[in-house]
């Protein structure tokens, strides 16, 4: 039978996260947590590359959450792996680059996290530092340790961007927690935050009507942080 949608709740797709050792899924409560917190219902996807399959899965959802999680291949930004690098997830990239061609040809709401930021940038031109303790050393704390809903660093927000205008301040304290970041900003994207030394720490898409990303973990400060929960909720208000 054909789907028939429910008018009710909208419906937020989340990409999974991939456990090497163990061969399996897994999936960080704080992502869905913060969704069901705004009104709306998280779906974890499967980890795919069919695409019909990820279209029709897409068709039922009213945006999309890219999730943090394994390091971005290289070769998604004609790099060879350096030693520093993760092990990537291929399927994941693949995955994730057939859903951000959905977002982007129909202009379903996409909302990046840590590795989203720095997927977003990689798939669409841009390039990636592998390692920033090798590639860009700086005495600001990107790698926090545990509990992560409490600040490390700060960010300066760019005037005349749509996060700026949601959260109405020049700086905003985040939490950190990741080794990657945008080295080379892709040209199909635009800055929306700077951290302290130097990174390009939220971007949007200007052609398409919600396509944001952010290096920091809204997702963990969601429950003690106002510009936190205003950021999911500009997500699923489109």
Not at 27 to 34: C, G, S, V
Not at 216 to 228: I, K, N, R, V
Request: proline share 7%; with cysteine; hydrophobic share 40%.
């Amino acid at each position: 039978k054909k789907f028939m949608r429910n008018m009710g709740k909208k419906i937020i797709g989340v990409v999974p996260l991939w456990d090497d050792e163990k061969d399996s899924l897994w999936m960080l409560p704080n992502y869905l947590d913060a969704i069901i917190s705004e009104g709306a219902l998280p779906i974890v996807f499967p980890l795919s590359t069919d695409e019909n399959d990820l279209r029709q899965l897409a068709s039922i959802c009213d945006g999309i959450l890219f999730t943090g999680g394994h390091d971005v291949s290289p070769s998604l930004y004609n790099e060879c792996k350096c030693d520093v690098c993760g092990e990537p997830c291929v399927e994941r990239d693949a995955m994730e680059g057939i859903l951000l061609d959905i977002c982007i040809n129909t202009k379903k709401p996409a909302l990046g996290i840590c590795r989203g930021i720095q997927f977003f940038n990689a798939y669409l031109g841009g390039t990636l530092y592998q390692d920033l303790p090798t590639d860009h050393p700086s005495s600001v704390e990107h790698h926090m340790t545990a509990p992560y809903n409490r600040y490390i660093h700060k960010v300066s927000l760019i005037k005349d961007t749509p996060l700026y205008d949601l959260l109405q301040t020049e700086i905003l304290p985040v939490n950190s927690y990741h080794h990657q970041a945008i080295a080379i900003l892709s040209p199909k994207l635009a800055p929306m935050a700077i951290s302290e030394d130097g990174i390009v720490e939220a971007v949007y898409c200007p052609e398409h009507s919600f396509l944001w990303a952010v290096q920091w973990h809204p997702e963990f400060l969601y429950g003690c942080d106002e510009p936190s929960k205003k950021i999911f909720r500009a997500f699923l208000k489109v």
